[in-house]
């Protein structure tokens, strides 16, 4: 019981990304949300932002530091996954 409940937190915990600026990382490559994302939110915009491209959404490290950002998951529902991305330089 103790052990589910440990993975039902983590769940809970936003998924780290790590990446450099001018860096990009496609989530859907992750294994971290169902495919296709669309309508990501970064609550830094001046660390992080979003983009599609060819692998589909991705998240592009603008300058150093740490935000969240999130995205919906093609599974509908009002789903999100969201991200802790941290951006070094």
Known sequence: MIALLLLLAAADEPAPLSLKVGGKIAICATGTIECPASAPICDDTSIASAENGPDGLVFKG?????TLCSAASSSGGGFRRVYRVTVTR
């Open 62 to 66: 603008l300058k150093p530091g740490t």
